[in-house]
């Protein structure tokens, strides 16, 4: 029994008490009881709240634990008991006490093993590794991907997770200065050798001034390579960092511009409505992103590590965060 029907059934008993007149103003005023949501004046007879809609009868806690639940809650956060006793897990349709299996979704009543890691699921996708259970969860997939804003933000990760891929290795680029350069380089020209006859290179030789003009000249010549190598180097290097540079700036305007769609299909699907908190479940598993993520809940703003399995209000809505 909620907090709500409790206080009302005191207050009624209040009421109702023998040999006690009130007038119908001083009545109304005893009887007012107050939304646990809003605080909100409430009828006697109301069962939500005229402010905020809060369900007054629902359930307020936990069979199983004893945790504070939602009225409009499935399931209890803290422990994962299913809340809604006599109704299919997946579908919500009403249960014989006798089935096994449900007469319109045909899942098992007691819920589904997930062959991949070997845990019993209540809900459509694992809440472990995410695989798909049921037939729901296949149909779900389907959906999403002719769903137009998950696509975007599907393709606008992905994209981005591709471009974040090649900043690291232009920005390792940048860092080397340049990276390693291969400069091809001429050996020495011996055209100016050839204008010598063997006899005269002979004679030439022969004299130590003539030798050491020689030495000098093939130093020289062997410095001016060097020189030119290292210009030629530089060049390339700075070359390769411009063009490095130009490209990585290129390249965060497209990450920017992905991240953009991504916020916004974000937003349009975090708040998009469904008919049941399975239905929400099955439809933000679907568009699930690649890579270690959680998921935070509209409803509380919690951010549950399994995804929206873990959240007893899912069709408020939530979306899908890097963890």
Known sequence: ?????????????KTS??????????????????????NAEV?????????CGFNLNGPSFCPNCGAAVSPEADICEACKTWLLEGQCMFCYAQLPPDADFCAECGNPKEGIMCHACGILSIFDFCSKCGKPLTEGAVAALELAKKDPDAKKLVDSIQETIAIEAELAEIEALIQSGGGDVDIETA???????????????????????????????????????????????EE???NAIQAAQA????????????????EE????????????????????????MIGPRKWRCN??????????????EPIRGGHWVTS
């Open 1 to 13: 029994m909620s907090d709500y029907q409790q206080a009302k059934k005191q207050e009624t008993k």
């Open 17 to 38: 008490a023998p040999g006690q007149v009130k007038t119908k103003e001083k009545a109304l005023e005893q009887t007012a009881l107050l939304c646990p949501n809003c």
């Open 43 to 51: 009828p006697d007879d109301a069962l939500f709240c005229p402010e």
């Open 187 to 233: 050996p020495p020209s011996q055209s100016k050798m050839g204008k010598f006859s063997d006899s005269k290179m002979a004679a030439l030789l022969k004299t130590g001034t003539n030798m050491d003009a020689a030495a000098a000249r093939k130093a020289d010549e062997a410095r001016k390579i060097e020189e030119r190598t290292k210009r030629q180097e």
């Open 236 to 238: 390339k290097r700075q």
């Open 247 to 262: 490209r990585k700036a290129d390249l965060e305007r497209q990450k920017a511009k992905a991240l953009a769609d991504a």
């Open 265 to 288: 299909a974000q937003r349009i699907l975090q708040n998009k409505t469904f008919q049941s908190q399975q239905e929400a479940r099955r439809f933000h598993n679907a568009v699930r």
């Open 299 to 312: 409803a509380y703003g919690t951010l549950h590590d399994n995804g929206p399995n873990d959240c007893a």
